[in-house]
């Protein structure tokens, strides 16, 4: 090429397209493995979190507020509010784990151990009846599995995630 003469060759176009193919060859696998983790992980986030704004809302609104959660529809609502899908792939269960996340249960065949399948937050922001702590499991077709909690009369929400033999 001239130096008045502006642009790429088609070699060189050729070798950078080649660069570029290779480059997605070897990061397609990587992305197709770990994108049902991070689907997981980001619904468990988004879970935990909405469980947090609700206990909030109970303590600002100075009522009771109640998180159900509908296994066969893979939904929860708060406070009857819009039902809030899971994202596909994502289905309530413990998945791979083979014991709970807390020692004093067992681990729910439905995937909630709170009763009838939702959870209060009274004006205080504690579980009411103070009986009913429980746990949230959801998992991948992985096996990979996270536990969304409310495990103390306090309200503390907490995540773990399954990590082949406990709950981190």
């Known amino acids: 090429m001239s130096p008045t003469q502006r642009g790429f060759s088609l070699v060189e176009l050729m070798v950078v397209s080649a660069v570029i193919v290779i ?28 469980m ?3 206990r909030s809302m109970a303590i600002k609104l100075n009522r009771n507020i109640t998180i159900e959660f509908n296994v066969a529809n893979r939904t929860y609502s708060i406070d009857g509010g819009v039902p809030i899908q899971l994202e596909s792939g994502i289905e309530y269960g413990h998945g791979s784990a083979t014991i709970p996340s807390e020692p004093d249960e067992d681990l729910p065949a439905d995937g909630v151990s709170f009763e009838n399948n939702s959870v209060t937050f009274n004006s205080r922001g504690l579980v009411t ?30 995540l773990r995630q399954w990590t082949g033999s406990s709950w981190q």
Do not use: Q
Not at 31 to 42: A, D, E, G, I, S
Not at 135 to 143: A, I, M, T
């Open 129 to 158: 009846p103070a009986t009913n702590r429980g746990n949230v499991y959801l998992f991948n077709k992985k096996g990979s599995a996270f536990c969304i909690g409310v495990t103390t009369i306090v309200g503390t929400i907490a």
């Open 23 to 50: 480059l997605g060859l070897v990061a397609i696998p990587s992305l197709v493995t770990t994108y049902p983790t991070y689907k997981l992980k980001k619904t468990s986030r988004d879970l935990c979190s909405n």
């Open 52 to 54: 947090r704004k609700a």
